[in-house]
């Protein structure tokens, strides 16, 4: 089997707080919310998210037992852990996971230990953000309390307006550069990594978080959490822990007429015929068979790779679409199994080309086998009327 490529992704996992406010005895991160760390819940919220270098940042002389809580829940990704010393100060804590991260990492999420409920999802959307070029990214809820600006003696000065306020969580994701260019700039601390970003001058854009993602602080945190745990399923196991087998992926699309320049569809160019509209070329069977491949590979969709955002994929065809989802695919561990495409148009007629596409399009794929069948809908809706074209993809991949 081909080792799995080093990830360009890291999650440093800031662990390293007193808890003076918890009372826990010990450092906080230590303290038990059942018959484990609240530590270990956090890693297994991050180890349930899409494969990264972990970096843990805990007080000093607590890097044993973070590795124990390490090795308890990262199953075959134990070789992607790593266990530093932190400092006095949140940012100087960051900076000793960031010192500790690859060469090859690119992209760093922030996370909390404290939040240890998070679930795998708010890792995602704060992925799927930076993925589609943000340079820092957080995620937030509404603060659906009403809220009042008081003075020193706790009298009532104002009201605020709420609909301008939302709570800020953790995994907090950024450019590595941009991280470690604030912290190397900062000249005092901030509150959370994104604060102190946004005062070097970066943008930062949000996505939702969850009401699960609270932070541990207090004691009656503590309790909360206990009895969400007390209540919930067992949380699943990270997808790397389980087997892998071969997966199946179902992927559709759909382009109008109307485009400029000249129809591309299923990897070829179509003389004579009327293009289709699209960011790209509009080859509603090279984009079906994208989506196929990265539902079957749980790589998210077509969207989140190549959105309109993407200026290198502006008039792109079949070849640069397919071969950058394999290298996506590869770098997750997975291979092109096959791919079967149906199209449904009226034109143009694959009958004279199909042998061709499949050639063209196998070959996008490192030789992977492609069938492409094409039917109509006679005369039944869009594609009946000849307005568009739809495709409908189904793929195979396997453990690389």
């Known amino acids: 089997m081909i080792p799995a490529p080093v990830p360009r992704l890291a999650v440093i996992v800031v662990a390293a707080g007193s808890g003076t406010r918890l009372n826990g005895g010990a450092p906080k991160a230590f303290v038990g919310l059942d018959e484990h760390t609240i530590l270990r819940h956090a890693l297994r919220g991050v180890f349930a998210a899409p494969r990264a270098q972990v970096v843990v940042v805990v007080p000093a002389g607590f890097e044993g037992a973070a590795l124990t809580d390490a090795r308890e829940v990262a199953g075959d990704r134990l070789d992607l852990v790593s266990v530093v ?62 809220m009042k600006r008081v003075d020193a003696t706790g009298a009532i000065v104002a009201a605020v307006d709420r609909s301008e306020l939302a709570a800020a969580q953790t995994p907090q994701g950024f450019r590595r550069e941009i991280l470690a260019e604030a912290l190397t700039a900062a000249d005092a601390d901030h509150t959370d990594d994104a604060a102190l970003v946004a005062a070097a001058g970066h943008p930062v854009i949000t996505v939702a978080g969850d009401a699960a993602s609270f932070k541990i602080t207090t004691g009656p945190d503590l309790e909360r959490a206990r009895s969400l745990l007390a209540t919930a399923p067992p949380p699943a196991a990270p997808a790397e822990s389980m087997p892998r087998g071969p997966r199946v992926g179902i992927g559709t699309d759909v382009h109008a007429f109307g485009g400029a320049g000249t129809l591309w569809l299923a990897g070829l160019e179509w ?25 079957a590979a749980g790589l998210g969709d077509i969207g989140t790779h190549f959105g309109t955002d993407r200026p290198e994929f502006a008039g792109a065809h079949a070849g640069a679409f397919l071969a950058h989802t394999r290298n996506l695919l590869a770098e997750a561990g997975w291979r092109v199994g096959n791919v079967s495409v149906q199209v449904q148009a009226n034109r143009p007629r694959f009958a004279g080309r199909r042998v061709e596409s499949e050639r063209v399009l196998s070959a996008a794929l490192g030789g992977a086998p492609v069938s492409v069948s094409a039917t109509t809908t006679d005369g039944l809706g869009f594609t009946g009327r000849t307005e568009g074209v739809a495709a409908f993809a189904t793929a195979l991949v396997v453990p690389a």
């Open 85 to 146: 010393a932190g400092g006095d100060t949140r940012q100087s804590s960051v900076a000793a996971g960031l010192r500790a991260l690859w060469a090859d990492v690119d992209t760093v999420l922030v996370h909390d230990a404290a939040r240890a409920l998070t679930p795998p999802e708010v890792f995602e959307r704060v992925i799927a953000a930076l993925d589609d070029g943000a340079d820092a990214v957080i995620p937030t809820v509404p603060v659906v309390d009403t």
């Open 271 to 295: 003389p004579g015929e009327d293009p289709l509209s699209g960011h790209s070329d509009g080859d509603a069977v090279a984009h079906a068979i994208v989506d196929a491949l990265l539902a």
